[in-house]
């Protein structure tokens, strides 16, 4: 959408919105929604940097889906979730517009919508394609269940990041934690609580934060972590701020954006864990081996060890964060 696949379809006549409410979901920050009504769109998003943008760019939101007159799909990376939402949507809505990119399997996806309805219209441009569609019950063998258990015993959904499986930096770190790990902890980018999990059968602590950006890992992991100890936070750990600072952090630090590899994301998350800790904290982390993140930790806390390595990953304890 950022490249106005909507705004073509919509102002050449392509597409006609129905009146009524309009539902979008999950749009990029940057997408292009210029050429819909501002006074019937509400945004759907579970992503909250994403949320926040749309929500200061004078957007209402919404935590539903319908019944709407036109619900817009923007396509993530999972495709589980975009058939999800695509099922919803299509439950909802009198139309159904899907929009996005080919590295996020659109075309995949309009071929399987084709599979079900027949002949569906479609715009191709700048590497994506949108299509459209009239509501149906057709793809409720899409839709998403509740979260069911998974990777030992954990609870997952579609669209979270290591939805089938354990992730390897992430099991690494947790085996190399010490046993007694500082009493007021944080999980950045906690996910659907692994980490924190781990964190929590050390001894000495007493409270820890799992901050993601997330809202569908946060759901899990608060059906995975039900230890008092530990708080819920729906929020970008990068601008996050704590009513007090940590005396420690654990963190497996995102560095995708979209499909790209983006070594700036973690720096950031190793920036906001120096600002988030004590004079005298520490952080423990988990980062693939080919990120080039040892000259931010250097310049951001005092003492920085490497602990280990393997299966392509780091990991780090660093203490004593540069104010």
């Known amino acids: 959408m950022t490249s106005s696949r909507l705004s073509t379809a919509l102002l050449d006549g392509l597409v006609t919105l129905p009146e009524g409410e309009i539902v979008v979901l999950r749009p990029p920050a940057l997408a292009d929604l210029a050429a819909l009504p501002r006074e019937r769109v509400r945004v759907l998003h ?11 760019a004078g957007y209402a939101m919404t935590d539903r889906v319908g019944p709407v007159a036109v619900a817009v799909v923007c396509v993530p990376r999972s495709k589980a979730l975009a058939r999800g939402m695509i099922a919803t949507a299509a439950a909802q809505a009198r139309l159904v517009i899907v929009d996005g990119q080919k590295t996020d399997g659109i075309d995949s996806l309009f071929r399987d919508v084709r599979a079900r309805l027949g002949d569906v219209p479609s715009l191709t441009k700048a590497h994506g394609r949108l299509f459209w569609f009239a509501g149906t019950e057709a793809f409720a063998d899409w839709a998403i269940g509740a979260p069911s258990p998974g990777p ?14 354990v992730d390897t930096g992430s099991a690494l770190l947790a085996a190399a934690l010490p046993a007694r790990l500082p009493a007021r902890l944080a999980d950045p980018g906690a996910g659907w609580g692994y980490l924190s999990a781990a964190a929590l059968r050390r001894e000495g602590v007493q409270s820890i934060d799992l901050i993601e950006a997330e809202q569908l890992a946060l759901d899990c992991a608060r059906i995975n972590i039900t230890d008092p100890r530990a708080s819920f936070h729906w929020a970008d750990a990068t601008t996050h701020r704590p009513a007090a600072p940590y ?4 963190m497996n630090p995102p560095f995708h954006v979209g499909r790209g ?11 906001a864990a120096a600002r988030m800790l004590t004079p005298g904290g520490q952080l423990w982390m988990v980062a693939n081996r080919h990120l080039p993140y040892e000259a931010t930790l250097n310049e951001r806390f005092k003492v920085v060890t490497e602990l280990g390595s393997g299966a ?7 203490m004593r964060p540069r104010r």
């Open 46 to 56: 579970g992503y909250r940097p994403d949320r926040d943008a749309w929500e200061q």
């Open 247 to 250: 005396d420690g952090i654990v």
């Open 152 to 165: 030992e015993g954990f609870v997952t959904t579609a669209g979270v990041f290591s939805e089938g499986a």
């Open 261 to 271: 590899a983006e070594a700036s994301l973690g720096r950031a998350f190793i920036q």
């Open 312 to 318: 392509g990953f780091k990991l780090y304890h660093a």
